[in-house]
């Protein structure tokens, strides 16, 4: 089946470590991103990318990082400089089309703890 | 992108109709409505987008006011799984990809409680 992969789907972080969430998407998607989602809230953009090799950086990338070397995988990095990262990390893709429906499809998420 | 107001919450009874309201008083002329939900723990679903038709899938209708500035997710059969917080978004559809495709501004939705 087709469909976008998160992993883990619990992660707990130690006081200055760096860990990261894994995304992988076999859609064929060109277009990926990562949200944060804090208890009650909505969604905030991390980073995004639109292309292979290519990333830009959301409202919110301060003490993350990102890389893109292939179309499936979006790995997020949350590191020791983000000083709360507990929350619900959502990863998304979205198809590259000129039309007008340009939704979004979701991973079922990564919930991440500090110790 | 133009802001949406939602209710924070809204009841149902089991299979009856849900009508979701959003209001987007500022929203322009190439400005899009789409709605997604959320169910707890997992990812946001996509269900039904339009611009100023109305629009019906199988999931939902999606009814736009002749002035756009408001709109009605509608669910005509409520089941307990349709329990959810629900995403009412307008943004304009960036073909060229020149921005932040992505970057759908996901408020706090309104959480529908479908009852038996």
């Known amino acids: 089946d087709g469909g976008i992969t998160q992993s883990p789907k619990y992660l707990f972080r130690k006081e200055g470590q760096n860990v990261t969430l894994s995304c992988e998407q076999n859609?064929?998607?060109?277009?990926m991103y990562w949200y944060r989602q804090d208890p009650g809230q909505g969604l905030r953009l991390i980073y995004y990318?639109?292309?292979?090799?290519?990333?830009q950086k959301g409202d919110i990338a301060e003490g993350y990082s990102v890389s893109r070397e292939k179309k499936e995988s979006f790995p997020l990095t949350v590191t020791s400089a983000q000083k709360n990262p507990t929350a619900f990390y959502l990863c998304?893709?979205?198809?590259?089309?000129?039309?007008?429906?340009?939704?979004?499809?979701f991973g079922s998420g990564t919930q991440l703890s500090v110790l | 992108d133009a802001k949406t107001t939602q209710p924070p919450s809204m009841d149902c009874a089991e299979g009856r109709a849900a009508n979701l309201p959003c209001n987007h008083s500022?929203?322009?002329?190439?400005?899009?409505v789409y709605w997604y939900r959320q169910i707890h723990s997992q990812g946001p679903q996509y269900i039904i987008h339009?611009?100023?038709n109305n629009e019906t899938n199988e999931m939902a209708s999606l009814i736009i006011t002749e002035d756009r500035k408001s709109s009605t997710l509608i669910l005509p059969h409520a089941t307990l799984r349709d329990t959810a917080v629900y995403y009412c978004?307008?943004?304009?559809?960036?073909?060229?990809?020149?921005?932040?495709?992505?970057?759908?501004?996901f408020g706090k939705g309104t959480k529908l409680s479908v009852k038996p």
């Open positions: 500022t929203i322009s002329g190439n400005e899009y």
């Open positions: 990318s639109q292309i292979v090799n290519d990333f």
């Open positions: 978004i307008v943004r304009v559809a960036r073909g060229n990809y020149g921005g932040s495709q992505g970057n759908l501004i």
């Open positions: 859609l064929n998607h060109d277009a």
């Open positions: 998304a893709s979205q198809r590259r089309d000129r039309g007008t429906n340009e939704k979004l499809f």
């Open positions: 339009g611009l100023k």
